[in-house]
């Protein structure tokens, strides 16, 4: 069965200080994957979306990159955060063509 | 634009009543819908999809409403149970370069 990890579930981070949170797929090839953020009782912004290995599409200008460096592995990285990158992130992966599906989240916190 | 907007922000509703949670989307060119419950403090659930060729899909106590001529989605829940109580969201799936956009989405709040 298909299942998506992604952690940490929680992180807590200076301001200036480097991002890498993960999201990997198992039981699938060649998902497309996301990345989003939502601030709180808000909705979800996407942020990074990609249909293959080393494909990135980055959706809004910001502090924030992402990569594919396999198949079913998608990162988040910051090289300095930002207060305003504080938020509850979300991996998603879309099997081509029948749903979309999130793993659990990360709350960052930027302090 | 490329936002998937909703009608109603909040939506309170009585137990056992049925309850309509409306979507407008923005891209015509966008072939598959989904709708997701997100509770707190955890990602969205998958509840139902519909694809652009159908007007209608129906799952356990969810039905799913497509009028493509307006660019609408409703989700209907019926017999509404406080457990349904979350924040509600439609998504839209552009058919080019699987970009796949949420909207506001709606909080349910089900009285006992």
């Known amino acids: 069965s298909q299942t998506i990890h992604q952690w940490p579930a929680t992180l807590v981070q200076p301001v200036g200080s480097p991002l890498s949170l993960e999201c990997t797929v198992e039981?699938?090839?060649?998902?497309?994957l996301y990345w989003y953020r939502q601030a709180a009782g808000r909705g979800l912004q996407l942020l990074f979306y990609?249909?293959?290995?080393?494909?990135i599409s980055s959706e809004v200008p910001q502090n924030l990159s992402a990569s594919r460096p396999q198949d079913r592995q998608f990162i988040l990285s910051s090289k300095k955060l930002l207060l305003s990158d504080s938020g509850f992130y979300l991996c998603?992966?879309?099997?081509?063509?029948?749903?979309?599906?999130f793993g659990q989240g990360t709350r960052l916190t930027v302090v | 634009g490329e936002s998937v907007g909703l009608h109603l922000p909040t939506l309170s509703v009585q137990e056992g009543d049925n309850s309509i949670i409306n979507c407008a989307y923005s891209?015509?060119?966008?072939?598959?819908f989904i709708w997701y419950k997100q509770e707190s403090g955890k990602g969205p659930q998958f509840i139902i999809d519909?694809?652009?060729?159908?007007d209608k899909r129906q799952g356990q106590r969810v039905t799913v409403l497509l009028n493509k001529t307006v660019k609408h989605l409703s989700l209907q829940i019926a017999a509404t149970q406080p457990g349904d109580s979350a924040v509600y969201f439609c998504?839209?799936?552009?058919?080019?370069?699987?970009?796949?956009?949420f909207g506001q989405g709606t909080e349910l709040s089900v009285k006992p």
């Open positions: 998603a992966w879309q099997p081509g063509g029948v749903g979309a599906f």
């Open positions: 039981g699938t090839s060649n998902p497309n």
């Open positions: 990609s249909v293959g290995i080393g494909q």
């Open positions: 891209n015509s060119a966008s072939d598959y």
């Open positions: 519909i694809r652009s060729n159908m």
């Open positions: 998504a839209e799936l552009w058919n080019q370069g699987g970009k796949l956009i």
